[in-house]
Nanobody
Framework: QVQLVESGGGLVQPGGSLRLSCAAS????????MRWYRQAPGKERELVAA????????NYADSMKGRFTISRDNTKNTVYLQMNSLKPDDTAVYYC??????????WGLGTQVTVSS
């Protein structure tokens, strides 16, 4: 049974930091690229960051570059998203995604991040 379980979300003040984790099980984690997406109320889901299966390459949305860092530990089947200098516009539900092919594309249930004073 495939599972992606996000954790680490919460309420943080502007300028603060959070570290999201996504624990994977039920598939060969090290064979999948991993991505973080987010969806704010009334907006479409957008890609935040991506990392290759081996972790040797990462990619970020322009608005996250320099503030967010994606990483993974294939020995722990976990992907992380370190978020610094958070802004109110970063408020959203953050989703973990595992992708290998169109038919091997899995999603977690999401974790809420709220940036507010």
């Amino acid at each position: 049974q495939v599972q992606l379980v996000e954790s680490g979300g919460g309420l943080v003040q502007p300028g603060g930091s959070l570290r999201l984790s996504c624990a994977a099980s039920g598939f060969t984690f090290s064979s999948y690229a991993m991505r973080w997406y987010r969806q704010a109320p009334g907006k479409e889901r957008e890609l935040v960051a991506a990392i290759t299966s081996t972790g040797d390459s990462t990619n970020y949305a322009d608005s996250m570059k320099g503030r967010f860092t994606i990483s993974r530990d294939n020995t722990k089947n976990t992907v992380y998203l370190q978020m610094n200098s958070l802004k109110p516009d970063d408020t959203a539900v953050y989703y973990c995604n595992a992708y290998r092919t169109t038919y091997h594309n899995f999603w977690g249930l999401g974790t809420q991040v709220t940036v507010s004073s």
